[in-house]
């Protein structure tokens, strides 16, 4: 019976430097989809810790950890506890990567506009 060679294997025959290169781009494919769970484990933090610096329970972390969908400000306060910031990348096909300014201040800036005067109906 024939074996296949196994990647370990392929990449054991490289030079240091190609396997290096190799493995920098692998962490950077990693890096670019993570879940929060990953990023909580990235960081070398357990559940327990991430609720006593939220203030809630463990079960908290766990349910969050598992949602597909939560706030803005919830999923912000959960990475700025872990020592990060999070930013919002805005893609459209034709243009360049827009960073999404912080929400908050957009928010605020609005309320802070005059209202729009209506037009009035005229018969």
């Known amino acids: 019976m024939i074996m296949g060679k196994t990647l370990k294997d392929r990449l054991s025959k490289l030079p240091a430097a190609r396997r290096a290169k190799v493995a920098a781009r692998a962490d ?5 989809e993570m879940s929060l769970s990953d990023l909580r484990k990235a960081r070398k933090l357990t559940q327990e810790r991430i609720a006593e610096m939220l203030g809630i ?6 349910r969050l950890e598992k949602r597909s969908d939560m706030l803005l400000s ?3 306060n959960y990475v700025a506890r872990m020592g990060g910031q999070l930013e919002l990348i805005v893609r459209f096909p034709d243009r360049p990567d827009v960073l999404l ?11 802070e506009r005059p209202a729009p005067k209506k ?5």
Do not use: F, I, P, W
């Open 119 to 123: 037009k009035s109906m005229r018969t």
């Open 28 to 32: 950077e494919l990693l890096a670019e």
């Open 101 to 111: 300014q912080d929400l908050a201040e957009l928010t605020t800036a609005a309320s």
């Open 57 to 62: 329970k463990q079960e908290g972390v766990s």
């Open 74 to 76: 919830t999923l912000r």
